[in-house]
Each structure stands twice: as structure tokens, then as C-alpha cells.
């Protein structure tokens, strides 16, 4: 009977640990902006004259739809470290000012609420309103192929 007891108790113990775990996808996703899938492939190749200044660390390209949902920043770091992400604001309704403008390592917001995230990191600038930071894209490099996606 005890055995019987402990069995149950055991198994009560399991689903509620069970149900109690849950991944945080829910709370990272971002309600504003769609996940689009994109894949550059063998189109950023540093060699070619319009991304050769992805040779140069401190240096970015923007690249137009179809990447992204507005387009996404590509930076150079340095070494093999690129940083890619969307160029749409994170923190709120997909609009026509919501396309970010990127001058050194900031991008900001056209709308009023000016918010600004640096494209080092994807992190938003004080002051910028709302909870989300910029979405990163995956990079691979091979040689001078760049590839981004998602």
C-alpha cells in the first residue's frame, strides 16, 4: 500500500515538473516584426567592388529587400566577426518610418519615438522605448564569402 502511495505521489511530482517547464521562445519573440526566411548564399563576396569594404573592420553594408523585413546591416568587426541585423525597429508596428538609418555604429528609428540601437551588440540606446532589442542574423564566412540568414 505505501509502495501504491509513493508510486503515485512519484508520478504527481513528474507531470508537475513537467508542465512547469517550458521554453522561453514565448517571451524572446518579438510581436512587431514577422520572422521572414532569407539566405544570401554566394552573393557578399568581398572581392566584388560594392562589398569590398567589408574588408575593413568598423565598416558595414546595408543590405536592401529581399533580406530581412526592411533589410539588414552587415558590420565588420575584425578577424572573422560579423555582426548582421534587421534594419526595422523591434519595439513597435511595422510602418513607413520604421526603417532604421545607420550612421557609424548607430541605427535610429525615422519615427518620432527616435529610438537608436547599436549595431556592434543589437542593443537599444538609452532612451529608446519599449523592450526589444535588434534581431541578429546568423553569419558564415568562407574565404571571401559572407553569408547571412536566418
Known amino acids: 500500500m505505501i509502495y501504491l502511495h509513493m508510486k503515485s505521489f512519484f508520478y504527481i511530482i513528474c507531470v508537475l515538473l513537467l508542465t512547469a ?3 522561453d521562445n514565448t517571451n524572446t519573440k518579438n510581436p512587431y516584426l514577422p520572422n521572414y526566411q532569407f539566405n544570401t548564399g554566394s552573393l557578399i563576396n568581398t572581392n566584388l567592388p560594392e562589398f569590398s569594404q567589408l574588408k575593413f573592420p568598423g565598416n558595414f553594408v546595408i543590405l536592401n529587400s529581399p533580406y530581412g523585413i526592411n533589410g539588414v546591416v552587415l558590420y565588420y568587426a575584425g578577424g572573422t566577426n560579423y555582426n548582421a541585423f534587421e534594419i526595422t525597429d523591434p519595439n ?3 510602418s513607413t518610418c520604421s526603417k532604421l538609418s545607420v550612421e557609424g555604429i548607430i541605427a535610429t528609428c525615422n519615427c518620432d519615438d527616435g529610438n537608436s540601437y547599436d549595431i556592434l551588440n543589437g542593443d537599444k540606446r538609452e532612451g529608446t522605448t519599449g523592450s526589444y532589442t535588434l534581431i541578429r542574423y546568423k553569419v558564415e564566412v568562407a574565404g571571401s ?3 547571412v540568414f536566418n
Open 21 to 23: 517547464c517550458s521554453s
Open 92 to 94: 513597435h508596428q511595422i
Open 145 to 147: 564569402i559572407i553569408r
